[in-house]
């Protein structure tokens, strides 16, 4: 059974840095790129980050280019996400999702974990 | 920045009847297509990728069709289940960069 957990969130202020974490298991981890997308209270979806199986091939979505940076650790079956500069914008649930065999869609996503920025 | 449009923003049907969601891209995404179903308090469940081919584990009644710039969603008998958020996603592959719609609310009438 696939299964994504997330971890690191919680409440921060503005301008300060947090580290996501995402722990992987059931499947094999260094076969899929991974991403991260987060939602707003009570709004919509919004891709964050994606990485390939290899870290070669990384995206961010304009609106966190150039304060977050993705990673990850084939060994530890882990995604990251280090978030720095953050905003009161950025306060939202951050899900890890895993890709599909396309690469197109996100197959499986854990439950999130709540980011809040606030002074 | 491909942008993707849904409509209706919310459309209320009753149990058994037939629901029918839109998603427009702002420019072609070929067949580069996925839906996801929101229930209140869960993650998003993939049901549709690539325009027309079903996840795992999803029932016939959810379908999907269209390429291009004009995708629909359809679920022929509606499940009291079924009542949820319906998002659409792209992938432009290069640079690899993903959007979502700002989703259809799908309420029981």
Redo the contacts between chains.
């Keep these: 059974e696939v299964q994504l957990v997330e971890s690191g969130g919680g409440l921060v202020q503005p301008g300060r840095s947090l580290r996501l974490s995402c722990e992987a298991s059931g499947f094999s981890f260094d076969d899929y790129?991974m991403?991260w997308?987060r939602q707003a209270p009570g709004k919509?979806?919004?891709?964050v980050s994606?990485l390939?199986w290899n870290s070669v091939?990384?995206?961010y979505?304009?609106s966190v280019k150039g304060r977050f940076t993705i990673s990850r650790d084939n060994a530890k079956n882990s995604l990251y996400l280090q978030m720095n500069s953050l905003r009161p914008e950025d306060m939202a649930l951050y899900?890890c999702a895993k890709a599909?065999d396309?690469?197109?869609?996100?197959?499986?996503?854990?439950?999130?974990t709540l980011v809040t920025v606030s002074s | 920045e491909i942008v993707l449009t849904q409509s209706p923003a919310t459309l209320s049907l009753s149990p058994g009847e037939r629901a029918t969601l839109s998603c427009r891209a702002s420019q072609s995404v070929s067949s580069y297509l996925a839906w996801y179903q929101q229930k209140p308090g869960q993650a998003p469940r993939l049901l549709i990728y690539d325009a027309s081919n079903r996840a795992t584990g999803i029932p016939a009644r959810f379908s999907g069709s269209g390429s291009g710039t004009d995708f629909t969603l359809t679920i022929s008998s509606l499940e009291p289940e079924d009542f949820a958020v319906y998002y659409c996603q792209q992938c432009s592959n290069w640079p690899p960069e993903y959007s979502f719609g700002q989703g259809t609310k799908l309420e029981i009438k």
């Design positions: 790129a991403h997308v919509g979806l919004e891709w994606g390939t091939n990384m995206g979505a304009d899900y599909g396309g690469g197109n869609e996100f197959d499986y996503w854990g439950q999130g």
